[in-house]
């Protein structure tokens, strides 16, 4: 009842708001609480109703921490805020979990369930609950006690009072191992409180603030940077005012921009009523990593503040590895579950996976004229774009003249791709290549090399070696190239004209290409060796590379050009050597 008394006999500036913080933040100090009832309202009180009040009321630590909600009856809500599929199938997000309209910060959080399209995940999450440092800065011009863009002073002076209430609610939300700065402008900047935890003396300090003329934004944000270029913590300001800058001098937002950018240091903008620039505050912001919030009354400060309260505190980072990886361009629907003190909460988000269909191409690297009679190899050549997650198994049918060739088995004079496994079956003609645990990553690569007998013959021939059925062992979507290969084979009557020594380099496969391009080149066995240099042309003619310059013996050579780094076009590969001058056109298409 004396409460309520002294409260209907206060002036209309001094609220009941005021009187309450002011009757709780002053308890630890009796005599200074005397003395400033004293001051504010001497004929309001009388000494024994003061004695009363502070004969009944405890003291109270210097540092409050809100009090705690009892588990069960929390409002709990989760949120995704970001998400990451750069590196897929890994998958990345910013989950933070609220209570009301506040981030948890409590390293309690720490069970999620995480489903993609249905399915169980297997996720890991992490969470920290880190310090933060920030500078509140607060417009304290005459214009925030007046009514919405007039000159007419505000009797109540509402914005003034919305904003020193959100703050209060601001300074409320803190840990104890939070540190805040106060700073006041009007023409002059003010450093109101330096870096404390204590919330009682923030509260004080703030209500203690008087307005005056002028405004100088960008001095104040300018000296707020200067209190945080010390701190280690995370570190931020928070910026309320209700106009344009009027008195910073040479102190510009650009200026004051590009310095937090630089420090790393996040500005957030709250503009207040309809006078306020929202670019340049929109633009500090946001090339800061911080966020603009415009208030046209001020009756939404509170939740203003609470939400950037809880953009300050950190999230939990969520990643796992997706059991579909394939990049088809499918949607994926996620669903996160939360459990906190035994309530739970759950999120929906979804993604785009992205979309690559991988090819795999399989060759020949044809040899060189085959004698009558005589063993020769077959290289096979495999090239794709398969994700190394998923490993290259398959099975493929080659088709080959039984009647002309015989098919001796598999080669083992040079080890091919590491930890591959190759098995053929020969049945009359049809050979089934078996591969399984393949990793290929570049264009070009032997699998194997198939070794057959030529028979005897009397007439030259060209016969064909092909590919009949192809099965990728894929979960994925995929392509299939194939390239037959055509073998030159010699007779006893009549031998090959394509035994002639004046071409030696074939045809580039595969062609086109993407990325790698193998060029195989044939020196006849009646040279000893001949110096040679292999060149790439641009369609201009210009030459862009060089894949070899040197001794070629006798016999069939691979190279592979790495035409990746290089734009789409036909580029011409020009052998050289001796007086001699080959070139074979390529097409390169990205």
């Keep these: 009842m004396m409460l309520r008394d002294t409260e209907e006999n206060f002036p209309n500036i001094v609220t009941k708001r005021s009187l309450r913080v002011f009757l709780s933040y002053m308890r630890p100090t009796p005599v200074r609480f005397f003395e400033r009832i004293q ?258 009354t001020g009756s939404d400060l509170t939740d203003i503040y609470n939400q950037i309260s809880s953009d300050l505190a950190d999230g939990c980072t969520v990643t796992y590895r997706s059991t579909n990886f394939c990049q088809d361009g499918t949607q994926r629907d996620i669903r996160i579950t939360g459990f906190y003190g035994g309530d739970s909460a759950k999120a929906d988000t979804s993604y785009i996976a992205p979309y690559n269909v991988p090819h795999v191409q399989l060759s020949f690297a044809e040899p060189a004229p085959i004698s009558a009679g005589k063993d020769f190899l077959v290289p096979v050549l495999a090239s794709d774009t398969i994700d190394a997650s998923e490993p290259l198994s398959f099975r493929a049918v080659i088709r080959y003249p039984s009647s002309d060739l015989d098919f001796i088995g598999l080669s083992t004079e040079r080890r091919v791709l590491e930890g591959i496994d190759v098995r053929v079956e020969d049945i009359a003609g049809l050979l089934t290549l078996s591969v399984q645990r393949g990793q290929v990553h570049r264009a070009g690569v032997v699998l194997c090399d198939l070794l057959f007998r030529a028979n005897p013959r009397r007439v030259a021939a060209v016969i064909p070696l092909s590919w009949d059925s192809f099965n990728l062992e894929r979960r994925c979507p995929f392509q299939i190239e194939t390239t037959d290969a055509v073998l030159m084979l010699d007779g006893f009557c009549e031998p090959l004209l394509a035994r002639r020594t004046d071409r ?33 042309l641009d369609p201009l003619g210009n030459v862009v590379a060089q894949p070899f310059s040197g001794i070629l013996t006798a016999g069939e050579h691979l190279l592979t050009w790495d035409g990746s780094g290089f734009p789409s076009g036909m580029y011409t590969i020009e052998l050289t050597g001796d007086g001699h001058r080959e070139r074979k056109q390529a097409l390169l298409l990205r």
């Design 504 to 536: 030696f380099l074939r045809s580039n496969f595969p062609n086109p290409f993407h990325a790698f391009t193998v060029i195989p080149i044939d020196i006849p066995a009646a040279t000893s060796g001949m110096y040679c240099e292999v060149r790439i």
């Design 39 to 296: 001051m504010f309202f001497p004929r309001a009180i009388p000494l024994t109703t003061f004695l009363l009040i502070l004969w009944g009321t405890p003291a109270i630590p210097q540092t409050i921490a809100p009090a705690p909600v009892p588990l069960q009856n929390r409002n709990l809500s989760l949120r995704i805020e970001e998400l990451d599929v750069s590196m897929f199938p890994r998958v990345t997000m910013l989950v933070k979990l609220f209570d009301g309209a506040l981030a948890v910060r409590d390293t309690a959080f720490k069970d999620i369930d995480l489903t993609e399209n249905m399915i169980p995940q297997d996720a890991e999450m992490t969470c920290a609950v880190r310090s933060f440092a920030a500078v509140l800065v607060l417009d304290r011009s005459l214009s925030m006690s007046y009514y919405p863009n007039t000159n007419v002073p505000d009797p109540d002076s509402t914005r003034w009072n919305s904003a020193k209430s959100a703050l209060h609610v601001f300074i409320d939300r803190i840990l104890p191992i939070d540190r805040l700065a106060l700073i006041s402008f009007c023409r002059t900047v003010k450093t109101e409180q330096s870096w404390t935890s204590n919330t009682t003396l923030l509260h004080d300090v703030l209500e203690g603030i008087t307005l005056d003329q002028g405004t100088a934004i960008w001095k104040a944000v300018n000296s707020a940077i200067d209190l945080l270029v010390p701190v280690s913590e995370k570190r931020a300001i928070v910026l309320l005012t209700d106009g344009e800058d009027n008195s910073s001098g040479t102190t510009t937002m650009d200026y004051v921009a590009t310095r937090a950018a630089s420090l790393g240091i996040r500005v957030y903008t709250v503009g207040l009523g309809q006078e306020v620039s929202r670019t340049l505050l929109g633009t500090l912001a946001s090339r800061t990593g911080g966020k603009f919030y415009f208030s046209a």
